[in-house]
């Protein structure tokens, strides 16, 4: 192999293909990202068996030819060489040789026979959502996976492929959301309502939103995604990304999810959030417990936490409250969590009794009405 590329896009490649290489690899390859020519192009690929990241830039290709590289290594020293406008890549036996103005560097390297094959996309990109938008998404919900769990569908995200939205779920048992995603026609393709006739339902693997997250940055327009046996494709400014699918039933979430609730508590999000986390310094440090109290009389919540070792605290908020009055004991932690993800000014805190599901929800801050995109769901802490 012999070719001559920018070494701004030689670097931006490394960057979009490395993140994906775990430290933990036991198999030599695995720490590798492959450099192959390919129909006039320089392809970067890496995998850790989870998933797989592709992407390719211009090249003046010399002679075709393909190399596994450490990518550690070859990030190292690239990313400390002064900027240059061309770097020199050439291979001989298992060397890469890469040359940048004065500097030279030959790298060992493993057979790319050997690198594992990442699937390829074999028809066309199903939806195309909004990146910014897409990633809003995923924030809201990551959080709530259960990363070390027995069941594996509780250790993914579960995506419904639905008529005119997507919708995102997950849940570790203690705490759940849930998100829609809305979209026009002219952001699916022409398959996809066959495709959500056969499958419309996929768990996805912590670690690839997350990665997709990451991948989102503020330039990104539109990230484009399609099922195929059980893998899940996501393209994101000319970066591939493949990952499996959990096997397995997502559970039926929604039937824990109230229809109604009998308490509806506004308030301003950014005091209720202060509140919570100071009582989270006042409360027990293993089980996180806090009292809410809610006085429909008095259009107050009192938020209070306590514990041997720190003492007591009690903090009192003024609150649009409609229903009747409810005391709850939740976990302070998993409360901040969901209040931190919330963007609007104003929160709707929606309960129902000391036992059952207590809701969280964004408010329009025009109209006032509650916003039914999203819901955060916490289980209470029963006494």
């Known amino acids: 192999m012999k070719l001559i590329c920018t070494q701004n896009n030689f670097k931006k490649a490394i960057f979009n293909t490395e993140r994906v290489i775990g430290k933990q690899n036991t198999l030599p390859i695995l720490k590798n990202i492959m450099l192959k020519t390919e129909k006039g192009q320089l392809k970067f690929s890496a995998t850790n068996l989870e998933i797989g990241i592709i992407t390719k830039i211009g090249a003046k290709?010399?002679?075709?030819?393909?190399?596994?590289?450490?990518?550690?290594?070859?990030?190292?020293?690239?990313?400390?060489?002064?900027?240059?406008?061309?770097?020199?890549?050439?291979?001989?036996?298992?060397?890469?040789?890469?040359?940048?103005?004065?500097?030279?560097?030959?790298?060992?390297?493993?057979?790319?026979?050997?690198?594992?094959?990442?699937?390829?996309?074999?028809?066309?990109?199903?939806?195309?959502?909004?990146?910014q938008k897409f990633k809003e998404a995923i924030s809201k919900i990551l959080f709530c996976v259960a990363i070390n769990e027995n069941r594996p569908e509780f250790s993914g995200v579960n995506v419904d492929?639905?008529?005119?939205?997507?919708?995102?779920?997950?849940?570790?048992?203690?705490?759940?959301?849930?998100?829609?995603?809305?979209?026009?026609?002219?952001?699916?393709?022409?398959?996809?309502?066959?495709?959500?006739?056969?499958?419309?339902?996929?768990?996805?693997p912590y670690n690839t939103f997350s990665e997709i997250a990451r991948a989102i940055n503020t330039e990104t327009k539109k990230v484009n995604i399609a099922v195929e046996e059980n893998q899940?494709?996501?393209?994101?400014?000319?970066?591939?990304?493949?990952?499996?699918?959990?096997?397995?039933?997502?559970?039926?979430?929604?039937?824990?999810?109230?229809?109604?609730?009998?308490?509806?508590?506004?308030?301003?999000?950014e005091d209720f959030l202060r509140a919570v986390k100071i009582s989270n310094v006042f409360a027990d440090s293993k089980s996180g417990e806090i009292n809410l109290k809610i006085d429909s009389k008095k259009s107050g919540l009192i938020i209070q936490a306590q514990s041997h070792e720190s003492g007591e605290n009690k903090v009192k908020l003024k609150a649009d409250i409609v229903g009747p009055s409810q005391e709850i004991i939740l976990n302070s932690r998993y409360i901040i969590d969901g209040a931190n993800v919330i963007s609007s000014f104003n929160i709707a805190i929606l309960v129902n009794n000391e036992s059952s599901p207590v809701g969280i929800k964004s408010i329009n801050d025009k109209s006032g009405e509650i916003l039914e995109d999203y819901v955060y769901i916490v289980m209470p802490i029963k006494k």
């Open 61 to 131: 290709i010399e002679r075709k030819g393909k190399i596994t590289i450490p990518a550690r290594l070859l990030s190292d020293f690239v990313n400390n060489l002064p900027n240059e406008e061309k770097i020199l890549l050439e291979t001989k036996n298992q060397t890469l040789t890469i040359t940048s103005g004065n500097y030279n560097a030959r790298i060992n390297g493993l057979d790319a026979a050997d690198f594992p094959i990442i699937p390829k996309l074999k028809s066309s990109y199903l939806v195309s959502l909004m990146a």
């Open 161 to 204: 492929f639905l008529e005119d939205k997507i919708i995102l779920a997950a849940t570790d048992s203690f705490r759940l959301a849930e998100i829609n995603l809305k979209f026009s026609d002219n952001e699916i393709s022409d398959n996809y309502r066959d495709f959500i006739t056969k499958k419309n339902t996929a768990i996805v």
């Open 232 to 269: 899940i494709f996501f393209e994101i400014d000319g970066v591939q990304v493949v990952s499996r699918l959990i096997n397995g039933k997502y559970p039926d979430y929604k039937q824990i999810i109230p229809q109604k609730f009998s308490t509806r508590v506004v308030l301003a999000r």
